[in-house]
């Protein structure tokens, strides 16, 4: 018995065409489960994942309003944008503002720190803004909506008077 006959058939049975389409079909479902595409994270970590409450702390430097103690409370609900797509709502744990400072050299070589006066004229504060949601734990990290949110990922925040923008200091779950 030959290895293929006339008609292209291995062993009289199989096509070589089916056999190579059945081949391709399997190697794409092979990749579209294990590989990891362009979010980084495969279907198969995704369908894995388990759902937490995750603490991000943001970092905003310089925001610039008049009274930012009345504008950003704790308890709101507030849509939060990662990499400039929408990725649902968080909630607003903590609120520390404080002025941001500059450093001086007293005459013994020890630095002093105080006010900074221009950021007073100007109305500008640092924030740290604790933000709380429920996202996927995935062995890469936290995922809201399908992106990864990582210490350093731009993140702005949107609530009916303000849209905030900043960075996540810290991720917790």
Known sequence: MALLDRQG???GKFSILDIGAIATILIVLIGLLIVPG???SSI?????????TVQVDMNVRGLSA???QNLIKIGDKVKIIIRNQPRGE????????STPKIVAAKSD???VYFDDPRAISTSQSDLAITLEATAQITNDGAVFANEKVKVGTSIDIEG????????????RY
């Open 44 to 52: 198969a970590q995704m369908l894995s994942a388990e759902n937490k």
């Open 109 to 111: 070589g020890t630095a």
């Open 90 to 97: 968080v909630t607003i744990k903590k609120v520390e503002i």
């Open 160 to 171: 009916p008077k303000y849209i905030i923008r900043g960075s996540a200091m810290a991720v």
């Open 66 to 68: 008049t009274d930012p």
């Open 38 to 40: 362009n979010g980084g």
């Open 9 to 11: 058939r291995l062993f």
